[in-house]
């Protein structure tokens, strides 16, 4: 019987509570100190029932729906923006909000629940953040208006940053480390590039045989049935009595408030200048960018400040005195950063460059959704086997290749040629990055951090989201400019010329994240090795 199956059956073979996030247990010849013991005690084994599996199955299945949630409207929105745009009027300086926004509110709330998560409990948060996506998510499906829209999904990004960090803390006390808990990330982190490739193919095909709403209302029902299998699935949280007072007079809200607005309004900047660099010239653009970078140095003065006089730090400084939690939160920005900003530019090359509809574009995405999810199973056995450093720096070279295909490919060439093995490599990097990055997460801080950790890292994530594309934007205007302002220009090469600068920063940003990622973890040694007690 494998200690993960014990763990899921806690409540029915004997009486546990929950402390600082791991399970202790009262048994007649043995006490439990964390869930790495329980496959030792013959009596616990003994009296764990076959139906445990099935359970421990459902709360992972619970847990990937949440991943394939985040990017399933992503995925949609891929391709139904131009429908939605025409339906809802939605105007070209506003074209790209609706994914923005979701972005943008995910990005800095994270950091807020994630500290919430660690009082609270993961189970009640976790909760209420499926109920209130499948909600926004509704409402999405219903929006008559473009302001309706992209205040909705504003809205759907809060509510999934009640579950992101959640679910890597949640797979932490859930189960032992080692190969099974590996496994369960690997599952977790599959749920992403399922979530985007479905969200994807069935919003290309809905647009042309019904509408890009019935793709929402679909997710909808899957957010519902989310809620449903969290609350029979999701372990009981044990919680203080003193939780009011710990939000109240334990909580740094100062140190939240000030990273969350700091974030939003990049966020929102770089989102700006995701359409123009021109948008730098409005004065409240200039105020906001100035509030955002002041904000900095307040955050580091309130930390410091906070840890001298004994008081709660929202970030304790000491979170980056572990080094490789550092390089893993410094790698991961720098392949979301060329990693979304490759999907947003290779869509435009597909769509604008090669003439192809919005089907035809997304179909041409499949091939990273499969090779992600293969990606996934794969980190979730050799993990164990190989160092991180030789698993990131394989990943990281193999993607590379993929902005580099598309840099140097001529509009005329086959798919097959440069278009499909860029498809196939472009994921490597990010899908076992994933997988690395919550097991250091998990390695480094103790269960009552480990949300915290984790809203941290995606944080870190989502802004690569939103600089990545802001950068190459301006980049591919630059040069598309510079070639318009030519003697004899000519617009298609002008595009063309954009695209592919645009691609050749990509090409840099993987090559530079694959070596940091390399070098740094290089003493991390096998990250998904199980630990003795």
């Not at 003493?523 to 007690?533: A, E, H, N, R, T």
């Amino acid at each position: 019987m494998s200690s993960t199956s014990v763990q899921v059956e806690l409540a029915t073979v004997a009486h546990h509570v929950k402390d600082d996030g791991e399970y202790h247990m009262s048994l007649p010849a043995a006490r439990i100190e964390t869930i790495s013991e329980i496959e030792n005690v013959p009596e616990l084994a003994a009296a764990v029932s076959p139906r445990s599996k099935a359970r421990a199955a459902a709360l992972m299945g619970t847990i990937a729906c949440v991943s394939f949630l985040n990017t399933f409207s992503s995925g949609t929105l891929t391709v139904a923006l131009p429908a939605i745009a025409a339906e809802l009027q939605l105007p070209n300086n506003l074209l790209l909000w609706p994914a923005s926004v979701y972005a943008l509110a995910l990005s800095c709330t994270l950091l807020l629940l994630g500290a919430i998560a660690d009082i609270v409990g993961n189970r009640p948060i976790f909760l209420l953040g499926t109920l209130l996506y499948t909600a926004w998510t509704l409402a999405v499906s219903l929006a008559q208006t473009s302001n309706q829209l992209i205040i909705f999904r504003t809205f759907q990004g809060i509510s999934m940053s009640f579950c992101m960090p959640t679910a890597v803390s949640i797979i932490t006390t859930s189960f032992p480390s080692g190969r099974t808990r590996n496994i369960r990330f690997a599952v977790f982190g599959g749920g992403s590039p399922l979530g985007f490739a479905v969200g994807l193919v069935l919003g290309g095909v809905l647009v042309q045989v019904s509408n890009w709403r019935t793709a929402y209302y679909m997710a909808t029902g899957i957010s519902a049935a989310t809620f449903v299998l969290a609350w029979f699935t999701l372990p009981k949280s044990t919680t203080s009595s003193n939780v009011r007072h710990r939000l109240l007079h334990e909580f740094d809200w100062v140190g939240v408030v000030s990273a969350s607005v700091s974030l939003a309004l990049l966020s929102y900047i770089f989102a700006e200048l995701t359409y123009s660099g021109n948008v730098m010239k409005e004065p409240h653009n200039i105020v906001l960018l100035v509030v955002a970078v002041l904000l900095m140095p307040f955050f580091v003065f309130w930390i410091r400040r906070q840890e001298r006089l004994g008081r709660p730090a929202i970030l304790p400084s000491n979170i980056w005195g572990r080094g490789a939690f550092t390089i893993v939160c410094i790698t991961v920005f720098l392949v979301w950063c060329w990693f979304n900003a490759f999907g947003y530019w290779a869509t435009l090359y597909f769509q604008e460059t090669q003439q192809l509809n919005a089907l035809q574009a997304a179909l041409r995405f499949l091939p990273m959704v499969v090779v992600g999810l293969l990606t996934n199973i794969v980190a979730g056995l050799v993990m164990d086997r190989v160092s991180a450093g030789t698993l990131v720096l394989i990943g990281g070279l193999l993607s590379a290749v993929s902005p580099l295909l598309f840099a140097v490919q001529s509009p005329d060439w086959m798919y097959w040629a440069a278009g499909f093995p860029a498809m196939c490599l472009c994921v490597v990097s990010m899908d076992l990055l994933f997988n690395i990055s919550n097991l250091v997460i998990t390695s480094s801080f103790p269960s009552k951090d480990q949300a915290l950790a984790g809203g941290v890292f995606n944080t870190v994530t989502q802004l690569g989201n939103s600089i990545g594309p802001a950068i190459t934007a301006i980049i591919a205007s630059a040069v598309t400019d510079a070639e318009l302002g030519k003697s004899e220009p000519n617009q298609s090469y002008a595009t063309l010329s954009g695209y592919r600068s645009a691609f050749w920063a990509c090409f840099a940003v993987a090559v530079v994240s694959a070596v940091i990622s390399a070098v740094g973890l290089r003493k991390v040694g096998k990250v998904g090795m199980k630990k003795d007690v």
